[in-house]
């Protein structure tokens, strides 16, 4: 191989020389959007559409920035976490403990609901508690990246610790709850006849400039798949800057009516979207004056719950589990929402 | 050589099935390929996350697409 030392110091380089890009980019988009709006194009200040403009202008790139940089260091974190080696962590870890590891793990662990059974399959096989492997499923979907992002982006880091905490407690709690319903018989009887191999051993081993290259997979895998609900998205939010009459959407979610936060999680739940693409219709509600609670409540139904992961889980778990699972979760999500909405 | 792609159908899993038919295509590798569906049957190889890929009955990759050059690779070692 020719080169190789040049090759890695190369390899260092680049993420730095971006991240210095970056940052002289992110500190300076309030101006450069200013200076675009107001001498560039020389639009009216005050005027309604150049101030939804210079919205639209300015939070597009900060969240795509956003993103990239978070997506490209979760690239690289989850790179140290896979599912084989999350299951080693959780083996004989007794409920409470394993169900806040699972939870914590399920951040972390690179997960597509498509791999939902064989991962359940794996845990369930190596004798992982039936509650912890759920704080884990629902953990995982949930609190997702991409959400906590946005959340951070459009809202403010408050809203986004938020979402990651009580996330976690649903999941802790609700795998919990779960696990001492004692439901292991109501798992499909073929899972307990799985006789999984075991590929142990034989971890691959990722060199850092593995771990870098992981970094840039992630970024082009999601952000190549979100960045367009992302512009739709605030294209919404700066067209809803008063443009969007006081919708029923606030009435029907209003605080003022204490079954709002019910309805919105019983609206959420069927639905189906990626994290991105619910990030529009929140930030819509909560400008409309949909509570917080309300909203995040909403949020989480939609990613965290959802038919189609219902119906891969239905091969694995019988009726009574499934029903038990989505209802341990909503209740978890309905408490959420009560609880912010009382706070804020 | 025998090579199977585990996966329960999803987007990635047909993908990297697709990729490994070019790959050996292009290449002039002699292969069989197979694509295993069945979960049972992925459960086997101890596989937790698809896609993967099996290679002479041994895993060689699990859990993410590789690009066309990493798949190359794999199949001419």
């Not at chain 2, 996966?7 to 069989?32: F, Y």
């Amino acid at each position: 191989m020719r080169n190789k030392p040049k090759m890695k110091s190369y390899k260092w380089l680049l993420p730095i020389i971006f991240l210095g890009i970056w940052i002289l980019i992110y500190y300076n988009l309030q101006s450069i959007t200013n200076w675009f709006i107001d001498d560039v194009l020389r639009l009216p200040q005050g005027n309604h559409l150049t101030e939804a403009l210079r919205f639209f202008i300015f939070e597009v790139p900060k969240v795509l920035l956003l993103l990239v940089l978070i997506i490209f260091v979760v690239g690289i974190i989850r790179s140290f976490f896979t599912p084989e080696r999350t299951r080693k962590a959780l083996e004989g870890r007794s409920l409470f403990t394993g169900n806040i590891m699972a939870s914590a793990l399920g951040i972390v662990t690179p997960f597509c609901s498509c791999s939902a059974i064989p991962l359940f399959l794996g845990f369930v096989e190596s004798g992982i508690p039936l509650g912890v492997t759920f704080s884990f499923l629902i953990a995982a979907p949930m609190i997702n990246e991409v959400a906590v992002i946005l959340l951070f982006g459009m809202f403010g880091w408050k809203v986004a610790a938020i979402y990651v905490g009580t996330g976690l407690v649903i999941a802790i709690t609700a795998g919990w709850v779960i696990g001492r319903l004692k439901l292991e018989k109501h798992v499909e009887s073929w899972v307990y006849e799985v006789k999984a191999g075991h590929a142990d051993g034989e971890e691959e081993k990722i060199q850092l400039s593995g771990r870098i290259e992981a970094g840039y997979t992630a970024v082009k895998e999601i952000v190549g798949k979100v960045w367009i609900y992302i512009i739709i998205g605030i294209a919404v939010g700066a067209a809803a800057h008063g443009y969007v009459p006081e919708s029923f959407m606030a009435n029907l979610m209003g605080k003022s009516t204490w079954y709002s936060v019910p309805l919105s999680v019983l609206i959420g739940v069927p639905l189906y979207s990626n994290a991105a693409g619910i990030i529009p219709i929140v930030s819509v509600l909560i400008e409309k004056g949909v509570p917080l609670g309300t909203a995040l409540a909403f949020m989480m139904a939609v990613i965290g719950l959802s038919l189609p992961e219902m119906i891969i889980l239905r091969k694995v778990l019988k009726m009574r589990l499934l029903l038990t699972f989505v209802g341990v979760v909503t209740v978890g999500i309905v408490i959420v929402g009560y609880i912010f909405n009382t706070i804020y | 050589m025998e090579i199977k792609i585990l996966g329960p159908g999803c987007a990635k899993c047909k993908t990297l099935d697709k990729l490994t038919h070019e790959v050996v295509e292009k290449n002039g590798i002699k292969a069989n390929i197979t694509k295993v569906e069945d979960i049972m049957e992925i459960m086997k190889y101890g596989v937790m996350s698809t896609p993967a890929i099996v290679i002479d009955e041994k895993v060689v990759l699990k859990g993410r697409m590789p690009s066309a050059d990493e798949l190359k690779q794999l199949l001419t070692k």
